[in-house]
């Protein structure tokens, strides 16, 4: 398992996404959400949601980070993934990452066999659950290896 991030790290995680949903662009529903990973040589990445007309197109913060992350050269040793998120930019109830964005950071951890500790931050409540308890029985890289052809 994954080791989980020590309590300076943990709070440095949750204050990059708190940071982040500050500049999350959510005119639409006005929910906005931010998130921070962090990586196993310290670095932390973060994202924020990014609303769109066609509310399809929209991308959520977990999705904006993976792709910081990917484009920074982060594909494998993902420890932590903060997320926190509230009407107005105003922390309400925990949030967890959605199912797509549960699959975008499964992906991620499976490139260095990471099981990430998720921390959901709420106005009241934090709740830490591992990736793996979020999205069990996930599909991945593995699931996609072709048997070698006789």
Known sequence: MTAAPDPAARAALIAAARA???AAYAPYSRFQVGAALLFG???VVTGSNVENASYGLSLCAETVAVAHASHAGHRAGLIAVAVIGGPHGVAGTVVTPCGRC???LHELAALGATDPLVIAVGAQETVDIRLSALLPLAFGPGTLAFPTPP
Request: without cysteine; proline residues 0%.
């Open 20 to 22: 982040a949903m500050a």
């Open 102 to 104: 549960r699959q975008v």
């Open 41 to 43: 040589d310290g670095s």
